[in-house]
């Protein structure tokens, strides 16, 4: 509708500006005077492209300057009758404003005044320059001497537009006037305050700050673009409310259960027990005897701070000799970590979800409680976080991808809308010059005056078209002519033939190909730079860099010879290249120059230099760009949020800062993190953002209290992350759209691929001069073979058609390119081809049970193109080696018609038969029961339970296992068993399916790889200088993949989605190159640092300023100059320290030392370089948020794919599990509950309707929360009067929940057992009244109270009940319980990858030394602490602790010669490069997989949002109508009344639901009735059905499918005669009551004449009854028409 409307809105004649004039009101007056028709309400809606801020498109023509803010009549129609009129600007932009109520009339002077200082563009530009420069005031802490003065001048300019709106808007609340905008309501309120603030006597200058810097919002109005994003976050926001209410629903959960689980427990510490004559000493030292109260008694670990948590569980940390766990003393982190309170464990439970230093939350309560309670970190860390964010980014990526659509549609519509501007010029200049041309024929000479009049205005006309297009060019005409005349040079013959021998030079493949391993050396010569570098490398590199300079200086020089330097300069490229000569040039005379090293970074630029020939970059480049520019808005919104931020808290806690500073540092020192100023505060807005606030919480805790900084943070933490999601989700869709490059590349990369072409074709013919023997003599023997053929053919084939098999060969591969790249790749992968899934032939005599046709066998396990193919021979009978043909034989094999190739195969292989009858029977029932056995299911099952037990039997050869010698023994012979076990598997598999065939398939590599892993660790064993062979062990673990299809399937579809990324990876993987040269040439280094060893701190610079001082200051030994572990010394190590940056761990650490860098071989000092924080800012956002953009954009866009290829199926389940998802569907939406029959017993009935009515479930609901609530309030240490209380409300829920559970048996019997929900109630009923009464029998000791309220609490999972809960939260969780097969399957598989990594990690890393991140509950020593370890890992939660720890390599850190008891392994360091390639890969494989965990989540989302938005019905749609049918027919009859149809209607679910009123769309369905007035339920479904998917070709189809499928699954449906339909019964009882009032009104005109007149009355207010009825009949027969059918 809008699109015609637009078009309608092209003719020039219809749409002209017309000025707003007195006789425009009084006929706008008239027209709201009359009511509007229903139809002119609805088909007139505000065209979207004249909204107010929006320019008036140019299909209305040139704006006059005499209309320029004027008022003009409304060009909407939608407002003629609003009482509104517009105005212009210079610029079209559209203000609309009310011509009447509470507001001067237009034609006031002085409104018309405002008006056009409102609309005039210089206005918006002059506010917006003042809230700028107001907003640098505000990031100020010291104002200037005239900075009071110049506040005052920005309060008058704010009060002078607050006027000026007012007067020209009108002071009211609705549309267009002032208050009828929300920005409006802002901006008075905060000029409002402002004005009071300033002149009144109160203080009010704390609260006149806070309230001003809400100014800064003032710049969103101003900009459309942040404008309309606002709205759309705020519409977001509305969708995101029912999520936000289940976050916080299971993050108070969650709280309540860490409360009862772990109250009070962090303040339990190991406390020396003093000895009988140390009593007095510690009793005097306090002063009383609670010496526990004594933090000097604690046990403190070295450099800790905090004093030993411990706990009295087995598995938790236990207190050394001399010392008792007991509870004393205050919680962690100064009390601010704890489960002591519901606030406390909020806090400490949303600091899980959003993954904030989660590590020291992990070892604070596995160290006091122990080490089973991890499952409850793993729960919240990694479930539960993972579907929160699901969550989240699901329903952003709804909301995204409609503002898409809407978008879209609207850009489609404006492209006509613009286009027709031009081209009604174009048609209306052409019509001119022909009716001038006509009328020039027609007319005599005296009329030629006037058409030469009109002909010039056509002409005028026309050259305005040409300067509208000459004005779009990007330069004035003179710059063209100037660059034509001066910088083409052409002048010359001998310098033109000259030009044309540079061009060949430069266009030549080779020179491009020159030009890019010039590039790739000079990558690595920039690579190369370290530190500490010898002389030499640096002076080689130099010459390098120079040699590199002169390289692409001749390269620039040339191209400009050869291209012009206009021509030149055209190409972007070009431009590119020629600052890097200029930057190179200028570098070698400017380096010597003090300040000036800098430069030095901006080689890096040299990298991208590969872009040119490198299409895949370009693609990204330009969609990053396009995307960018797109979203810019969003930046800047995103940006303003920051900035505001800062600004707020530097306004709140900066002054707190200063004076409360020795609370956060003894020294009374600012950390690095704080808000004492404008930059540090913004810093510390960009840190919560990146996820890290806690730390600076508890600062601001110190400083500010815990009721100021909570807000603040939370403000920042979820409007931030909102913003971050929308722009993160506004790139991955840009992304998605990813295609590699394949036809559009550019002229340099069609160059290098004919260099290598070129060079390919030169190694070919040098290779065939030195091989010419060799060929010709298979030339010949293939040409005898031809021969043969044709000999035997003759009659069949010309000698043309045989002499050209080369070609049509070469065409056919041709052809089909692309299925060959496809099986070539699946044969380097482990996809095998679908054709063969596990089994392979074995044998051409075995063709009936493979091949029952003896057809030819092909192998197509790995390969299914291969060149090779099997001969019929290929199952000799004395061999398992399958014979190949050669390429000639295939040509051969392949020309052969088909009927002489059968023939010969039945030859071949009768002949192969008679030859050798008895051996090769034996031999083919060997293979053959070799095929049987490995095929057999228990026999894949044994196999299958084998590899399980190998894998498992991995996990007890910890540190102990030379301790449990029986173990040791155990494990030993099982190795071998298994190692015997699966080469007798091996071999039967080869002599069932041959080598070949077995080689061919990835699964059987990899087993057979496994297999040599068992051989290999055996001979570890028996041998001590192979000893290092049995560290191989934990490869075994891959066996695991080839004997489960759910891994198998998750490993194919990770292949599938992966794979294409690999271009994209490198790009990215450039971009951090890039980042790690600038790294290397800003901190190599100087991050060395002298520390005090007895501190362990660093010296102040006024102790030691160098190295040299450093090592010249001598105590007991000289002070160790160290480099920090993660540093900028070389490439290498640069790629790690990004790591840790771009995972988040650790970066605050190496942040900080490249702040306080000074200079090479020179003490650090505090902030000395505090702007090198730009650095990592910009890496963050360029080198990690982009490149993850383009990674998740393009595996999305590869897993969309291969779901559509599979018919839009998940790719990560198996044929099985497709089955349980439709099945999961089905209990999804089906009703769980299943029919109950009524008791007979009165009182029993009672009952039942008691317990079933809405307003018991929502008393029970209410009951629940209560209980959850009386756990709210519960805190550590409450007085003994409130555990009483506790224990009796405890009581009476116990009681409450017993009495519902004895009402339900009471009423269903045994029926009550049937509901899951039911029995999980029964057994919350049992539990807690055991829990209630067990403690009083063996003491709160061994039973603690809050176990009773834990099982109460478990009830609350009702809320989430799908039929007695909120629906809305079953929609949430829907997609979630739809991809839990597929995620199953991707979790297993990272089980799996943790088990491989833990073993691999015992072996390597168990006895590494116990400081930083390993200590006693997370090291390498067991399975279990292993499993930790890499659970930490996988949530990014301190691996560059543990790494940190496995770095001391070194004498000075560790003891390589260190005894380990009950183990012959000795030392304690660690292997750096090792550990180096552990967890970076580990860290990438995880990631993956969790990037398609949360892809197939929000992928569900937005399937199940798509379905909803398109006309389709689902299984879930009429099987929700049954489930309603049933509860109007609960016979089962198959019918209902026809009164019932429309609460019927009603009831359903969108999309069949019908609102009321209703019965005029069911009439117009024309249902057919049975007697009784009783209307089928087929019937009904198929109207509705036909109601939602309208009218198509395909619904017949549809529909007879729906009818067939019902009456096959309802086979005693009562067949039917319909006697009537609802649209005839409506018409009848219509005619019958018009009938019966005409003759009832005939009637009473036959009575007397004194009652005739009181009857009269009533006969006319009859008629008009009947008159109204009639007009009701008309409207319905009018929507019968209208209503979609």
């Given at each position: 509708?809008?699109?015609?409307?637009?078009?309608?809105?092209?003719s020039?004649?219809?749409?002209?500006?017309?000025?707003?004039?007195?006789?425009?009101?009084?006929v706008?007056?008239?027209?709201?005077?009359?009511?509007?028709?229903?139809?002119?309400?609805e088909?007139?809606?505000?065209?979207?492209?004249?909204?107010?801020?929006?320019?008036?498109?140019?299909?209305?023509?040139?704006?006059?300057?005499?209309?320029?803010?004027?008022?003009?009549?409304?060009?909407?129609?939608?407002?003629?009758?609003?009482?509104?009129?517009?105005?212009?600007?210079?610029?079209?932009?559209?203000f609309?404003?009310?011509?009447?109520?509470?507001?001067l009339?237009p034609?006031?002077?002085?409104?018309?005044?405002?008006?056009?200082?409102?609309?005039?563009?210089?206005?918006?530009?002059?506010?917006?320059?003042?809230?700028?420069?107001?907003?640098i005031?505000?990031?100020?802490?010291?104002?200037?001497?005239?900075?009071?003065?110049?506040?005052?001048?920005?309060?008058?300019?704010?009060?002078?537009?607050?006027?000026?709106?007012?007067?020209?808007?009108?002071?009211?609340?609705?549309?267009?006037?002032?208050?009828?905008?929300?920005?409006?309501?802002?901006?008075?309120?905060v000029?409002?305050?402002e004005?009071?603030s300033?002149?009144?006597?109160?203080?009010?200058?704390?609260?006149?700050?806070?309230?001003?810097?809400?100014?800064?919002?003032?710049?969103i109005?101003?900009?459309?673009?942040?404008k309309?994003f606002?709205?759309?976050?705020?519409?977001?926001?509305?969708?995101?409310?029912?999520?936000?209410?289940?976050?916080?629903?299971?993050?108070?959960?969650?709280?309540?259960?860490?409360?009862?689980?772990?109250?009070?427990?962090?303040?339990?510490?190991?406390?020396?027990?003093?000895?009988?004559?140390?009593?007095?000493?510690?009793?005097?030292?306090?002063?009383?005897?609670?010496?526990?109260?004594?933090t000097?008694?604690?046990?403190?670990?070295?450099g800790?701070?905090?004093?030993?948590l411990?706990?009295?569980?087995?598995?938790?940390?236990?207190?050394?000799?001399?010392?008792?766990?007991?509870k004393?003393?205050?919680?962690?982190?100064?009390?601010?970590?704890?489960?002591?309170?519901f606030?406390?464990?909020?806090?400490?439970?949303?600091?899980?979800?959003?993954?904030d230093?989660p590590?020291?939350?992990?070892?604070?309560?596995?160290?006091?409680s122990?080490?089973?309670?991890?499952i409850?970190?793993?729960?919240?860390s990694?479930?539960?976080?993972?579907?929160?964010?699901?969550l989240?980014?699901?329903?952003?990526?709804?909301?995204?991808?409609?503002?898409?659509?809407?978008?879209?549609?609207k850009?489609?519509?404006?492209?006509e809308?613009?286009?027709?501007?031009?081209?009604?010029?174009?048609?209306?200049?052409?019509?001119?010059?022909?009716?001038?041309?006509?009328?020039?024929?027609?007319?005599?000479?005296?009329?030629?005056?006037?058409?030469?009049?009109?002909?010039?205005?056509?002409?005028?006309?026309?050259?305005?078209?040409?300067?509208?297009?000459?004005?779009?060019?990007?330069?004035?005409?003179?710059?063209?002519?100037?660059?034509?005349?001066?910088?083409?040079w052409?002048c010359?013959?001998?310098w033109?033939?000259?030009?044309?021998f540079?061009?060949?030079?430069i266009?030549?493949?080779?020179?491009?190909?020159?030009?890019?391993?010039?590039?790739?050396?000079?990558?690595?010569?920039l690579?190369?730079e370290?530190?500490?570098?010898?002389?030499?490398t640096?002076?080689?590199?130099?010459?390098?860099?120079?040699v590199?300079?002169?390289?692409?200086?001749?390269?620039?020089?040339?191209?400009?010879?050869?291209?012009?330097?206009?021509?030149?300069?055209?190409?972007?490229?070009?431009?590119?290249?020629?600052l890097?000569?200029?930057?190179?040039?200028?570098?070698?005379?400017?380096?010597?120059?003090?300040?000036?090293?800098?430069?030095?970074?901006?080689?890096?630029?040299?990298?991208?230099?590969l872009?040119?020939?490198?299409?895949?970059?370009?693609?990204?480049?330009?969609?990053?760009?396009?995307?960018?520019?797109?979203?810019?808005?969003?930046?800047?919104?995103?940006?303003?949020?920051?900035?505001?931020?800062?600004?707020?808290?530097?306004?709140?806690?900066?002054s707190?800062?200063?004076?409360?500073?020795?609370?956060?540092?003894?020294d009374?020192?600012?950390?690095h993190?704080?808000?004492?100023?404008?930059?540090?505060?913004?810093l510390?807005?960009?840190?919560?953002?990146?996820?890290?606030?806690?730390?600076t919480?508890?600062?601001?805790?110190?400083?500010?209290?815990?009721?100021?900084?909570?807000?603040?943070?939370m403000?920042?933490?979820?409007i931030?992350?909102?913003?971050?999601?929308?722009?993160?989700?506004?790139?991955?869709?840009s992304?998605?759209?990813?295609?590699?490059?394949?036809?559009?590349?550019?002229?340099?990369?069609?160059?290098?691929?004919?260099?290598?072409?070129?060079?390919?074709?030169?190694?070919?013919?040098?290779?065939?001069?030195?091989?010419c023997?060799?060929?010709?003599?298979?030339?010949?023997?293939?040409d005898?073979?031809?021969?043969?053929?044709?000999?035997?053919?003759?009659?069949?084939?010309?000698?043309s058609?045989?002499?050209?098999?080369?070609?049509?060969?070469?065409?056919?591969e041709?052809?089909?390119?692309?299925?060959?790249?496809t099986?070539?790749?699946?044969?380097?992968?482990?996809?095998?081809?679908?054709?063969?899934?596990?089994?392979?032939?074995?044998?051409?005599?075995?063709?009936d049970i493979e091949?029952?046709?003896?057809?030819?066998i092909?192998s197509?396990?790995?390969?299914?193109s291969?060149?090779?193919?099997?001969?019929?021979?290929?199952?000799?009978?004395?061999s398992?080696?399958?014979?190949?043909?050669?390429?000639?034989?295939m040509?051969?094999?392949?020309?052969?018609?088909?009927?002489?190739?059968?023939v010969?195969?039945?030859?071949?292989?009768s002949?192969?038969?008679?030859?050798?009858?008895?051996?090769?029977?034996?031999?083919?029932?060997?293979?053959?029961?070799?095929?049987?056995?490995?095929?057999?299911?228990?026999?894949?099952?044994?196999?299958?339970?084998?590899?399980?037990l190998?894998?498992?039997?991995?996990?007890?050869?910890?540190?102990?296992?030379?301790?449990?010698?029986?173990?040791k023994?155990?494990?030993?012979?099982?190795?071998?068993i298994?190692?015997?076990?699966?080469?007798?598997?091996?071999l039967?598999?080869?002599?069932?399916?041959?080598?070949?065939?077995?080689?061919?398939?990835?699964?059987?590599?990899?087993?057979f790889?496994?297999?040599?892993v068992?051989?290999?660790?055996?001979?570890?064993?028996?041998r001590?200088e192979?000893?290092?062979?049995?560290?191989?062990?934990?490869?075994?673990?891959?066996?695991?993949?080839?004997q489960?299809?759910k891994?198998?399937?998750?490993?194919?579809?990770?292949?599938?989605?992966?794979?294409?990324?690999?271009?994209?990876?490198?790009?990215?993987?450039?971009?951090w190159?890039?980042?790690?040269?600038?790294?290397?040439?800003?901190?190599?280094?100087?991050?060395?640092?002298?520390?005090?060893?007895t501190?362990?701190?660093?010296?102040?610079?006024?102790?030691?300023?160098?190295?040299?001082?450093?090592?010249?200051?001598?105590?007991?030994?000289?002070?160790?100059?160290?480099?920090?572990k993660?540093?900028?010394?070389?490439?290498?190590?640069?790629?790690?320290?990004l790591?840790q940056?771009?995972?988040?761990n650790?970066?605050?650490?190496?942040?900080?030392?490249?702040?306080?860098?000074?200079?090479?071989?020179m003490?650090?000092?505090?902030?000395?370089?505090?702007?090198?924080?730009?650095?990592?800012?910009?890496?963050?956002?360029?080198?990690?948020?982009?490149?993850?953009?383009?990674?998740?954009?393009?595996?999305?866009a590869?897993?969309?794919?291969?779901?559509?290829?599979?018919?839009?199926?998940?790719?990560?389940?198996?044929?099985?599990?497709?089955?349980?998802?439709?099945?999961?569907?089905?209990?999804m939406?089906?009703?769980?509950q299943?029919?109950?029959?009524?008791?007979?017993?009165?009182?029993?009935?009672?009952?039942f309707?008691?317990?079933?009515?809405?307003?018991?479930?929502?008393?029970?609901?209410?009951?629940?929360?209560?209980?959850?609530?009386?756990?709210?309030?519960?805190?550590?240490?409450?007085?003994?009067?409130?555990?009483?209380?506790l224990?009796?409300?405890?009581?009476?829920?116990?009681?409450?929940?017993f009495g519902?559970c004895?009402?339900?048996?009471?009423?269903?019997?045994?029926?009550?057992?049937?509901s899951?929900?039911?029995?999980?109630?029964?057994?919350?009923?049992?539990?807690?009244?055991?829990?209630?009464?067990l403690?009083?029998?063996?003491?709160?000791?061994?039973?603690?109270?809050?176990?009773?309220?834990?099982?109460?609490?478990?009830?609350?999972?009702?809320?989430?009940?799908?039929?007695?809960?909120l629906?809305?939260?079953h929609?949430l969780l829907?997609?979630?319980?739809?991809?839990?097969?597929a995620?199953?399957?991707?979790?297993?598989?990272?089980?799996?990858?943790?088990?491989?990594?833990?073993?691999f990690?015992?072996?390597?890393?168990?006895?590494?030394?116990?400081?930083?991140?390993?200590?006693?509950?997370?090291n390498?020593?067991?399975?279990?602490s292993?499993?930790?370890?890499?659970?930490?890992?996988?949530?990014?939660?301190?691996?560059?602790?543990?790494?940190?720890?496995?770095?001391?390599?070194?004498?000075?850190?560790?003891?390589?010669?260190?005894?380990n008891?009950?183990?012959?392994?000795?030392?304690?360091?660690g292997?750096?490069?090792?550990?180096?390639?552990?967890?970076?890969?580990?860290i990438?494989?995880?990631?993956?997989?969790?990037?398609?965990?949360?892809?197939?989540?929000?992928?569900?989302?937005?399937?199940?949002?798509?379905?909803?938005?398109?006309k389709?019905?689902?299984?879930?749609?009429?099987r929700?109508?049954?489930?309603?049918?049933?509860?109007?027919?609960?016979?089962?009859?198959?019918?209902?009344d026809?009164s019932?149809?429309?609460?019927?209607?009603a009831?359903?679910?969108?999309?069949?639901?019908?609102?009321?009123?209703?019965?005029?769309?069911?009439?117009a369905?024309?249902?057919?009735?049975?007697?009784g007035?009783?209307?089928?339920?087929?019937d009904?479904?198929?109207?509705?059905?036909?109601?939602?998917?309208?009218?198509?070709?395909?619904?017949?189809?549809?529909?007879s499918?729906?009818?067939?499928?019902?009456?096959?699954?309802?086979?005693?449906?009562?067949?039917?005669?319909p006697?009537?339909?609802?649209l005839?019964?409506?018409?009848?009882?219509?005619?019958?009551?018009?009938?019966?009032?005409?003759?009832?009104?005939?009637?009473?005109?036959?009575?007397?004449?004194n009652?005739?007149?009181?009857?009269?009355?009533?006969?006319?207010?009859e008629v008009?009854a009947?008159?109204?009825?009639?007009?009701?009949?008309?409207a319905?027969?009018?929507?019968?028409?209208?209503?979609?059918?």
């Amino acid at each position: 509708m809008a699109a015609r409307a637009k078009l309608k809105m092209a003719s020039p004649e219809a749409k002209s500006l017309v000025p707003f004039t007195r006789e425009s009101l009084e006929v706008m007056e008239q027209h709201s005077a009359k009511k509007p028709s229903e139809e002119d309400k609805e088909d007139l809606k505000p065209n979207c492209d004249l909204e107010a801020g929006k320019e008036l498109p140019f299909v209305y023509g040139n704006l006059p300057q005499a209309m320029v803010s004027e008022p003009l009549e409304d060009v909407d129609p939608y407002y003629t009758n609003k009482k509104t009129f517009i105005v212009l600007n210079k610029k079209r932009t559209i203000f609309r404003f009310n011509a009447t109520w509470c507001t001067l009339s237009p034609f006031n002077s002085i409104r018309r005044a405002t008006i056009k200082i409102l609309v005039h563009p210089f206005f918006r530009l002059f506010i917006l320059v003042s809230v700028l420069t107001d907003c640098i005031f505000m990031s100020m802490t010291d104002f200037p001497k005239w900075g009071r003065a110049f506040q005052n001048t920005l309060l008058g300019i704010y009060t002078f537009e607050i006027l000026v709106k007012l007067i020209a808007r009108g002071i009211w609340a609705g549309p267009f006037y002032f208050f009828g905008d929300s920005w409006n309501w802002l901006d008075f309120s905060v000029t409002l305050f402002e004005h009071i603030s300033r002149y009144s006597p109160l203080n009010f200058i704390s609260v006149f700050r806070i309230v001003r810097n809400l100014r800064i919002l003032k710049i969103i109005p101003l900009n459309q673009g942040m404008k309309s994003f606002v709205a759309i976050l705020i519409h977001c926001l509305k969708k995101l409310t029912v999520v936000v209410i289940l976050t916080l629903f299971f993050l108070s959960v969650f709280s309540l259960i860490g409360m009862g689980l772990f109250m009070g427990n962090l303040k339990h510490k190991c406390l020396r027990w003093p000895q009988e004559n140390e009593t007095d000493m510690l009793n005097n030292r306090t002063g009383n005897p609670y010496y526990i109260r004594e933090t000097e008694n604690f046990y403190y670990l070295e450099g800790e701070r905090y004093a030993l948590l411990c706990g009295n569980r087995s598995d938790a940390s236990q207190c050394p000799e001399g010392y008792v766990c007991v509870k004393a003393g205050v919680n962690p982190d100064d009390g601010y970590t704890n489960f002591d309170s519901f606030g406390w464990a909020l806090l400490a439970l949303f600091r899980l979800m959003t993954q904030d230093y989660p590590e020291a939350l992990y070892h604070q309560i596995l160290y006091a409680s122990g080490k089973v309670y991890m499952i409850f970190f793993v729960v919240i860390s990694f479930w539960f976080a993972f579907y929160m964010a699901s969550l989240f980014l699901g329903l952003l990526a709804i909301s995204y991808e409609g503002e898409k659509q809407t978008a879209a549609e609207k850009a489609t519509v404006d492209q006509e809308f613009q286009k027709s501007l031009p081209e009604l010029q174009e048609e209306k200049i052409t019509a001119e010059t022909k009716t001038i041309q006509m009328e020039m024929k027609k007319r005599s000479s005296t009329s030629m005056i006037t058409s030469l009049d009109a002909l010039d205005d056509a002409t005028v006309s026309h050259k305005e078209v040409s300067e509208l297009k000459k004005s779009r060019q990007r330069c004035p005409f003179c710059w063209y002519r100037f660059a034509k005349t001066f910088l083409i040079w052409d002048c010359s013959p001998c310098w033109l033939k000259w030009k044309e021998f540079v061009h060949r030079i430069i266009m030549d493949p080779f020179t491009d190909l020159f030009l890019t391993i010039c590039i790739i050396l000079n990558i690595n010569f920039l690579a190369l730079e370290h530190y500490p570098m010898s002389l030499e490398t640096s002076n080689i590199l130099s010459i390098g860099n120079v040699v590199f300079i002169g390289i692409f200086t001749t390269e620039m020089i040339f191209k400009i010879i050869a291209m012009h330097p206009y021509g030149y300069f055209q190409v972007g490229w070009n431009i590119y290249d020629s600052l890097i000569v200029f930057h190179g040039l200028a570098e070698l005379y400017l380096t010597n120059f003090h300040g000036l090293a800098i430069l030095r970074s901006f080689r890096v630029l040299r990298v991208f230099r590969l872009g040119r020939y490198w299409p895949t970059f370009k693609i990204l480049m330009l969609t990053l760009c396009n995307s960018v520019v797109a979203l810019k808005d969003l930046v800047l919104l995103l940006f303003t949020f920051m900035f505001f931020s800062a600004v707020v808290g530097l306004n709140l806690y900066g002054s707190n800062y200063r004076k409360y500073v020795c609370n956060i540092n003894e020294d009374c020192q600012l950390p690095h993190w704080h808000m004492r100023d404008f930059l540090h505060s913004f810093l510390n807005v960009f840190r919560i953002l990146c996820g890290e606030w806690i730390e600076t919480l508890w600062d601001c805790f110190k400083v500010a209290g815990q009721f100021s900084c909570i807000p603040f943070y939370m403000m920042v933490i979820l409007i931030g992350k909102l913003l971050i999601l929308y722009l993160f989700l506004g790139l991955i869709i840009s992304f998605s759209s990813y295609k590699p490059a394949t036809t559009d590349e550019n002229d340099e990369a069609k160059n290098l691929q004919r260099a290598m072409a070129r060079i390919k074709k030169g190694i070919n013919y040098v290779l065939s001069k030195i091989l010419c023997k060799k060929q010709n003599v298979l030339k010949e023997t293939m040409d005898n073979i031809r021969d043969v053929y044709v000999k035997e053919n003759i009659s069949d084939h010309t000698l043309s058609e045989l002499s050209n098999t080369q070609d049509f060969l070469k065409d056919k591969e041709k052809s089909s390119g692309t299925e060959k790249n496809t099986t070539e790749n699946e044969s380097q992968s482990l996809i095998p081809s679908p054709s063969v899934s596990e089994t392979v032939p074995i044998a051409s005599e075995e063709s009936d049970i493979e091949n029952p046709d003896n057809k030819e066998i092909q192998s197509k396990s790995g390969d299914g193109s291969s060149k090779e193919k099997v001969k019929q021979s290929s199952s000799s009978e004395c061999s398992t080696v399958d014979i190949v043909l050669s390429e000639e034989e295939m040509v051969y094999e392949r020309e052969k018609p088909k009927h002489l190739r059968n023939v010969y195969e039945r030859r071949s292989s009768s002949a192969q038969i008679g030859r050798g009858p008895k051996k090769g029977k034996i031999w083919q029932n060997i293979r053959k029961t070799c095929c049987k056995i490995v095929e057999n299911s228990c026999f894949k099952c044994f196999i299958g339970l084998v590899t399980l037990l190998s894998t498992g039997a991995l996990a007890f050869e910890d540190i102990y296992i030379d301790q449990r010698k029986t173990i040791k023994i155990l494990l030993e012979y099982a190795d071998m068993i298994f190692t015997y076990i699966f080469i007798l598997e091996m071999l039967l598999k080869w002599m069932a399916y041959g080598f070949k065939a077995y080689f061919t398939n990835g699964w059987y590599k990899l087993d057979f790889m496994v297999v040599i892993v068992f051989c290999l660790s055996l001979i570890g064993k028996s041998r001590e200088e192979l000893k290092p062979l049995v560290s191989i062990k934990f490869l075994r673990g891959l066996r695991v993949l080839s004997q489960f299809e759910k891994m198998k399937v998750v490993v194919r579809a990770l292949i599938k989605t992966t794979l294409p990324t690999l271009s994209v990876f490198l790009v990215c993987l450039m971009i951090w190159l890039a980042f790690g040269i600038i790294g290397v040439h800003l901190f190599a280094g100087k991050f060395y640092e002298c520390i005090d060893p007895t501190s362990g701190e660093r010296f102040p610079l006024s102790e030691v300023m160098n190295r040299s001082q450093c090592e010249t200051l001598v105590f007991n030994e000289s002070m160790p100059w160290e480099n920090a572990k993660l540093n900028f010394d070389n490439v290498g190590i640069s790629f790690l320290s990004l790591l840790q940056v771009a995972t988040f761990n650790g970066w605050i650490t190496i942040m900080n030392s490249a702040v306080d860098s000074t200079d090479v071989d020179m003490q650090p000092n505090f902030e000395n370089n505090i702007y090198m924080y730009c650095y990592f800012i910009d890496f963050i956002i360029i080198g990690l948020f982009l490149p993850l953009s383009m990674l998740i954009g393009v595996i999305v866009a590869n897993f969309h794919k291969h779901k559509i290829k599979q018919g839009g199926s998940n790719i990560f389940i198996t044929v099985k599990q497709k089955k349980q998802y439709r099945a999961l569907k089905k209990l999804m939406y089906e009703d769980s509950q299943k029919p109950v029959p009524l008791p007979e017993n009165k009182f029993q009935r009672f009952i039942f309707d008691l317990v079933t009515t809405r307003v018991f479930n929502i008393i029970i609901m209410t009951l629940i929360c209560f209980q959850a609530i009386t756990i709210m309030i519960q805190s550590d240490e409450q007085s003994p009067k409130i555990d009483t209380a506790l224990f009796w409300i405890n009581s009476v829920y116990v009681m409450l929940y017993f009495g519902e559970c004895v009402l339900k048996l009471i009423v269903f019997h045994c029926n009550y057992f049937t509901s899951g929900w039911n029995i999980f109630d029964f057994m919350v009923v049992v539990f807690s009244i055991t829990g209630l009464f067990l403690p009083l029998m063996v003491g709160y000791y061994l039973v603690s109270p809050s176990v009773v309220q834990l099982i109460l609490l478990a009830r609350i999972i009702h809320i989430l009940h799908p039929e007695k809960g909120l629906k809305l939260f079953h929609n949430l969780l829907l997609p979630l319980m739809l991809s839990l097969p597929a995620l199953l399957n991707i979790s297993l598989l990272i089980f799996l990858i943790m088990f491989i990594y833990a073993i691999f990690g015992m072996y390597n890393f168990a006895y590494v030394k116990k400081e930083a991140g390993i200590d006693d509950m997370s090291n390498f020593e067991t399975f279990g602490s292993s499993m930790l370890c890499l659970f930490r890992v996988t949530v990014f939660a301190g691996w560059d602790g543990m790494l940190n720890a496995i770095f001391n390599s070194k004498w000075s850190d560790c003891d390589p010669d260190k005894i380990n008891p009950g183990t012959q392994v000795r030392g304690d360091c660690g292997n750096p490069f090792l550990g180096i390639i552990y967890f970076v890969s580990y860290i990438l494989l995880t990631r993956l997989i969790i990037v398609n965990m949360y892809t197939v989540v929000v992928m569900e989302f937005l399937n199940i949002a798509s379905k909803k938005k398109a006309k389709t019905l689902s299984e879930e749609d009429f099987r929700k109508f049954f489930q309603v049918w049933k509860r109007f027919d609960p016979d089962r009859t198959q019918y209902i009344d026809s009164s019932k149809l429309s609460d019927f209607a009603a009831a359903l679910d969108p999309p069949l639901f019908m609102a009321k009123p209703n019965k005029g769309q069911l009439v117009a369905m024309d249902l057919p009735m049975a007697v009784g007035d009783r209307i089928h339920c087929l019937d009904v479904l198929l109207a509705l059905t036909k109601r939602v998917l309208g009218k198509d070709l395909s619904m017949e189809k549809v529909l007879s499918e729906m009818e067939s499928g019902f009456t096959l699954a309802n086979t005693f449906k009562i067949t039917y005669e319909p006697i009537t339909t609802t649209l005839k019964r409506k018409q009848e009882v219509v005619s019958a009551t018009i009938i019966q009032r005409a003759y009832k009104s005939y009637r009473l005109r036959q009575n007397d004449k004194n009652t005739s007149d009181t009857h009269m009355i009533d006969g006319d207010r009859e008629v008009q009854a009947i008159k109204e009825d009639s007009y009701i009949d008309k409207a319905e027969g009018v929507s019968i028409i209208q209503s979609p059918i």
